[in-house]
């Protein structure tokens, strides 16, 4: 079984900033504020650590780059894949 997750831009509106929201197909998701002080990488890949975090998910991530956003493949760190 393999799990990904996807980050995508969130603009502005009038109550909030912008932001980057991770989510994964299950519908659980994550999101972050707009952090200007990181590149965009590492701006969505914070946002897919906090989902990684909130599921509580012992994983590593590797991303590329897509039309919408970002995709993320979780990855072992020991043993078995079992999100």
Known sequence: ???TIETKYLGPTNYRGSRIK??????????IS???GLN???LHKKA???LLDKM???????GGH???GMVWILTERNGDFRP
């Open 34 to 36: 707009y952090d200007y």
């Open 1 to 3: 079984m393999s799990k």
């Open 56 to 62: 509580n998910w012992p994983y590593e991530i590797i």
């Open 22 to 31: 991770a989510y994964e197909p299950d519908g659980q998701s994550a999101t």
């Open 40 to 42: 965009d990488h590492d």
């Open 48 to 50: 897919a650590q906090a």
């Open 66 to 68: 897509t039309r919408r």
